[in-house]
């Protein structure tokens, strides 16, 4: 007697899943391997969550300050008391005095005053995205008006949270490689696929236009911008402004690539078929040639999206990128960049450790998306 039809289809073995399995699937499945690649996609994942909820996330608002705190250390959090009863996280409070033989302020905790840590603790108003009003805070101490402090990462030389700090500058250096390389990745896969797809004096006119663009010295190039930004222009202006440049100056790469691709596909069969069936050039650009090499766009992105990051983040230690009140890894890095901040407060630092985190994390997605995006090799 023969099984009915339904039966027949459905995969028994693992192997029968992956011929029925749909391209995402297996893409999925191959990306899981890698388990350096998943858990570097987790890190990522955070810091993209924490920097869109900076306003929730961060305990503190990132320009509140206290000149009683200045160049506090990392304030320890405890979970039991003096008298070793547990007590849940809570931190201590901080007193200070001054050594009568260096004069160097030192920090101590008060044994007998103990603040709470809690999750979701109302703390300092802001505005939700510059929209929303609320005073929610993903953590914090419940009695900030009895002296209670929370100060995970220190403070700077103002008196500053410098974990509110870090969560705001993840939010703008994230946030530039982001839109920078989605506009690089424009340009490059747009003016890269013509010049590849149709050749001749627009080839060669996007070429010299490339070899002009690479030709530009880079630093006496932000020098002379650093030095014609007026100082009264609003930030979201320079943050658009230094987007954009950086975009601009990176999209060369990614159409070279590009047309180098085209040039050998622009002869193949599927190529050929897609005229014969009456598609446009652009709709043969951009739905057939550049899917069919997508791991390689998907390998220079996840190279491009670090550059960015370490681009601005250079520019803004050397004071020529994004500069105070916006905050950036490269800006909290340019204020740590004294000897004698690095010798009384090395915590200043920290910055400079969550940008290589994040460098590396993407090193890692990127070799991992590289591998599954083509899933039918082996």
């Not at 994942?45 to 920097?51: D, Q, R, T």
């Not at 005073?135 to 914090?140: E, I, K, Q, W």
């Not at 236009?209 to 009264?232: D, H, K, V």
């Not at 070279?256 to 040039?263: A, M, P, Q, S």
């Amino acid at each position: 007697m023969t099984a009915p039809a339904a039966a027949l289809s459905v995969p028994t073995t693992t192997d029968d899943a992956i011929y029925v399995a749909p391209p995402w699937k297996l893409m999925w499945w191959r990306f899981r391997k890698h388990r350096m690649a998943v858990i570097s996609a987790v890190v990522l994942f955070v810091l993209y969550a924490a920097a869109l909820l900076a306003e929730i996330v961060a305990p503190y608002d990132p320009f509140a300050f206290d000149s009683r705190y200045t160049y506090a250390p990392p304030q320890p959090v405890h979970l039991f008391d003096a008298a070793g009863q547990f007590q849940g996280p809570f931190t201590y409070e901080f007193k200070k005095f001054r050594d009568p033989e260096t004069f160097e302020l030192v920090f101590t905790e008060d044994t007998s005053k103990a603040h709470p840590i809690r999750l979701f603790v109302a703390g300092e108003p802001y505005k939700m995205w510059g929209v929303i009003r609320a005073d929610l805070h993903l953590f914090g101490v419940t009695d900030i008006d009895k002296n209670g402090t929370m100060f995970l990462l220190g403070t700077d030389d103002k008196g500053r949270d410098l974990l509110s700090r870090l969560i705001f500058g993840t939010r703008v250096s994230l946030s530039v490689s982001l839109i920078g390389t989605a506009l690089s990745l424009a340009l490059g896969v747009l003016l890269g696929g013509i010049s590849g797809y149709f050749g001749g004096w627009i080839d060669n006119l996007v070429q010299r236009t490339i070899e002009l663009f690479q030709s530009i010295p880079t630093l006496p190039l932000w020098m002379g911008l650093a030095a014609a930004i007026p100082l009264n222009w609003d930030p979201l202006t320079v943050y658009l402004l230094i987007t954009v440049l950086l975009s601009l100056l990176s999209w060369t790469t990614m159409a070279r690539e590009v047309r180098g691709r085209f040039l050998s596909m622009r002869e193949e069969d599927f190529v050929l078929a897609a005229k014969l069936l009456g598609a446009g050039d652009m709709r043969i650009i951009l739905r057939h040639m550049v899917p069919s090499f997508m791991s390689h766009i998907i390998a220079i992105t996840t190279v491009k999206i670090p550059e960015l990051i370490l681009n601005e983040t250079a520019l803004s230690f050397i004071g020529l990128g994004l500069r105070p009140p916006v905050i950036s890894w490269g800006v909290l890095l340019h204020d740590a960049q004294k000897v004698s901040t690095i010798a009384l407060a090395p915590w200043m630092l920290l910055p400079a450790a969550v940008l290589v985190v994040t460098i590396v994390a993407f090193n890692f997605v990127g070799d991992g998306l590289r591998d599954a995006a083509d899933p039918y090799v082996r």
